[in-house]
């Protein structure tokens, strides 16, 4: 296994895997505090016609799935923004549009599924320097843009409306958390390929929620572990591979050990959250302070809109807790 490490395609492999494991996630939080955890997938998809394209007229697969990617983006943003017909609705033209497109238009170029395949399903061990430095440079803007606008981005994702009214831009942020999940895609298609690659953004930012209670330390705990499913599925593939002579795919290998960390997560999450709710079944309020007086200006009637009721030969209203009879009338204790 440390002799595997020594190679540089390992090296190239190892550093592809951790940077795409930190800036998934990232994105990923958002998307699921919006609910569209399937954002990622639809686009993809939509990348596959990108990867085709560049197969098509001779541009790297990696920058034409960037733009055509950022386009789909776009276009969903803006045609749920506008109504004119529902996002999930949008996604799924784009779903399956994108892929339908991708595989016609590799057929053109004279290419096999195979070619598609390393795209489809990843194939991070014949990444190149060049690519490592493309996935850097990505994953650079993703953080960068991730992380220092978390506040903003947040309010945006949590409650529009407030947003709104403190200012923000929700049009220009929504739009940007869509054209950096376009990117992200991009940077884990050859890590875990465009079929998998909703599985790093998404499967952290779950587990990371069944034991964090901030969104601040959602996000980290998510990137913690995309980082370590990125590297240790990685890792596990090799030494599989190597040690068994079996064949483990990395892209898969990376997400199925993220999703064994949710799994372990889960029960914990789940008696964490029942004794939360066993300390604290109530909120503690403050009970309001009732002011009392003799004085009383409301003429209670039929139509006044408080209670009534009825008490032997009149009728008493209730009012702020006490029970007042109509103007001029009277009533007994009991």
Not at 17 to 38: E, H, K, N, S
Request: overall charge neutral.
């Amino acid at each position: 296994m440390i002799d595997l490490l020594g190679y540089e395609f390992m090296q190239r492999a190892l550093l592809a895997a951790l940077v795409t494991g930190l800036a998934a996630p990232v994105i990923g939080t958002y998307l699921v505090q919006r609910r569209l955890a399937l954002l990622g997938d639809g686009l993809g998809h939509v990348a596959v016609t990108g990867v085709a394209l560049g197969l098509l007229t001779g541009i790297a697969p990696t920058w034409t799935a960037v733009v055509v990617a950022i386009l789909g983006a776009v276009a969903i943003e803006v045609i749920r923004d506008r109504g004119h017909t529902s996002g999930d609705l949008a996604l799924a033209l784009l779903f399956y549009g994108g892929l339908a497109g991708g595989v016609m238009i590799t057929g053109l170029a004279g290419q096999t599924g195979a070619t598609l395949q390393q795209y489809l399903f990843g194939s991070i061990t014949s990444i190149s320097l060049t690519d490592i430095w493309f996935t850097l440079a990505l994953a650079v803007v993703i953080l960068g843009l991730g992380l220092g606008l978390m506040p903003q981005l947040f309010t945006v994702a949590q409650d529009q409306d407030f947003a709104k009214v403190a200012g923000l831009n929700v049009r220009a942020y929504n739009l940007l958390v869509a054209v950096l999940a376009a990117v992200t895609v991009t940077v884990a298609m050859r890590t875990v390929g465009l079929l998998l690659v909703s599985a790093l953004m998404i499967v952290p930012v779950a587990t990371s929620q069944q034991l964090a209670r901030s969104f601040r330390a959602t996000v980290a705990g998510a990137v913690v572990v995309g980082a370590g499913a990125g590297v240790g599925g990685l890792l596990a593939s090799a030494y599989l591979s190597q040690s068994y002579g079996l064949t483990v795919p990395p892209g898969p290998a990376i997400v199925l050990l993220a999703l064994a960390c949710f799994v372990a997560t889960w029960p914990l999450g789940v008696l964490l959250r029942r004794r939360q709710r066993r300390r604290a079944p109530f909120p503690d309020v403050a009970p309001d302070e009732h002011e009392v007086t003799a004085h009383h200006d409301h003429e209670h009637g039929p139509d006044c809109g408080h209670l009534a009721v009825p008490h032997g030969d009149h009728v008493d209203y209730v009012h702020d807790g006490h029970r007042h009879a109509p103007h001029g009338k009277h009533y007994d204790e009991h």
